[in-house]
């Protein structure tokens, strides 16, 4: 069976993405310190913001976020998926470098 570059996913796609404190470090501005349930905030890039709304969890796996003012959630491919506007496969293939390689 051929597949698509974009379309195929490793079965282990889940332990190749980046590390959620790295990737959020990278791709929000003025990302906080974690606190002691490695939570941290940012100014919420989905909306207008001028303190510090985004809830990112940079110790789970997953890196979960969430907004209480805009209502953003997810996990760390949603967030890809939204920032970059790629549809689902792409969006993990490119957040385990695998984006445009068969």
Excluded at 16 to 21: C, G, K
């Amino acid at each position: 069976m051929n597949r698509s570059p974009t379309t195929y996913l490793p079965k282990d796609w889940h332990d190749r993405l980046p590390d959620p404190a790295t990737y959020y470090a990278q791709h929000l501005e003025k990302l906080g310190e974690a606190d002691g349930k490695g939570w941290a905030m940012a100014p919420c890039p989905f909306h207008d913001d001028h303190a510090p709304s985004l809830n990112v969890r940079l110790i789970s796996r997953k890196g979960t976020y969430h907004c209480p003012t805009c209502g953003a959630h997810g996990d760390m491919v949603a967030f890809h998926m939204t920032r970059t506007e790629l549809p689902f496969k792409e969006a993990v293939r490119d957040l385990i470098g695998l984006r445009g390689r068969a």
